[in-house]
């Protein structure tokens, strides 16, 4: 049972270039999320989904972008990193149950921009 | 808006005894609660919930936490600490007024010695 897998887990990046971090679960859930966690600061929501076709802005979105073609893949599209971007970029899914569903998260996608 | 609080960064306790990492939460609608774990280069791991019901939910590796309304605080606890339990742990809140957002708390670093 593989859950949530996300590709690639450590990637370096210059400045103004572009790049996808893959997501895809193996569970049927709804809902997926795109998280990054910077040191002390816990997570931070970029953008969700609920359902094939469907995404919408989190707390920290812009730079960023998804999609949403099938109930099991959530790439996130980097454009034009900024150092700001540095970070660790973690993927989840849920089951949805309205708001009681806890989040089943991927490994991580370690990105440094330089 | 919602908001999680950890007020320690870090917690140290001797293998055998009690741990107890706090959190403190401040939502407008129910809270939703939950407990996460995050071993070294890992994703989290759920713990625990409160949806609702009693105010003493029990988890996984033996972990409980109590959920206090009056004080707005729903504390993790464990009665006899290992060293493998030695983790990052973040609480995280949710409420029924705003969608699909899990706020999560910076983090409490649990190191148990042995």
């Known amino acids: 049972n593989a859950g949530v897998t996300q590709t690639p887990k450590f990637r370096i990046l210059k400045i103004g270039q572009s790049m996808t971090l893959q997501c895809t679960q193996d569970?049927?859930?709804?809902?997926m999320y795109w998280y990054r966690q910077d040191p002390g600061m816990g997570l931070k929501l970029i953008y969700y989904?609920?359902?094939?076709?469907?995404?919408d802005k989190g707390e920290v979105p812009n730079g960023y972008n998804v999609s949403r073609s099938t109930t099991e893949d959530f790439p996130l599209r980097l454009e034009l990193a900024a150092p700001s971007q540095t970070s660790v970029y973690f993927c989840a899914s849920s089951r949805g149950q309205g708001n009681t569903g806890e989040l089943f998260f991927g490994e991580g996608s370690r990105l440094t921009v330089l | 808006a919602q908001s999680v609080a950890q007020p320690e960064d870090q917690v140290n306790v001797a293998e055998g005894n009690p741990l107890t990492v706090k959190c403190t939460y401040s939502v407008s609608g129910n809270p939703y609660l939950f407990w996460y774990v995050q071993y070294p280069n890992r994703g989290l791991q759920f713990l625990l919930k409160y949806i609702t019901g009693d105010n003493l939910v029990k988890g996984s590796y033996g972990f409980e936490a109590e959920f206090n309304k009056s004080q707005t605080s729903f504390h993790l606890k464990k009665p006899s600490a290992l060293v493998s339990d030695s983790a990052l742990y973040f609480c995280a809140v949710r409420d029924d007024n705003y969608g699909q957002n899990f706020v999560f708390g910076p983090g409490t670093r649990l190191s148990v010695l042995p």
């Open positions: 989904s609920v359902g094939a076709g469907i995404t």
């Open positions: 569970m049927n859930h709804n809902y």
